[in-house]
Nanobody, 124 residues
Framework: QVLLVESGGGLVQAGGSLRLSCAAS????????MGWFRQAPGKERQFVAA????????DYTDSVKGRFTISRDNAKNSVYLQMSSLKPEDTGVYYC?????????????????WGQGTQVTVSS
């Protein structure tokens, strides 16, 4: 069982920055993609960003393009989400996810493992 542990959430003013981290442990050899999803109060969990583990391919939801950057460190089995120019609508619980295939990176069903989530609150 792969274990994902997120960190780095917090309270920040609009326009500020935060960096989320996600460390994976356990049998990670089959992980092909890692992603970040977020869930705002009363809303469904939505795709934010993803990265293919074997290369540098990334994908972002339109609302965060140019503001968020996803990156990975294979040696540390970790993925990061650098968030800049934060807006109040970025508020939510951010979840790290890992999946066995390098496809369908935007879909929750394509991910096998999930972290416990970290709260990000952006004040106006």
């Amino acid at each position: 069982q792969v274990l994902l542990v997120e960190s780095g959430g917090g309270l920040v003013q609009a326009g500020g920055s935060l960096r989320l981290s996600c460390a994976a442990s356990g049998p990670t050899v089959n992980i092909a993609k890692m992603g970040w999803f977020r869930q705002a109060p009363g809303k469904e969990r939505q795709f934010v960003a993803a990265i293919i583990w074997s290369g540098r391919t990334t994908d972002y939801t339109d609302s965060v393009k140019g503001r968020f950057t996803i990156s990975r460190d294979n040696a540390k089995n970790s993925v990061y989400l650098q968030m800049s120019s934060l807006k109040p609508e970025d508020t939510g619980v951010y979840y790290c996810a890992a999946g066995d295939g390098d496809y369908a990176v935007r879909f929750r069903i394509a991910y096998n493992y999930w972290g416990q989530g970290t709260q990000v609150t952006v004040s106006s």
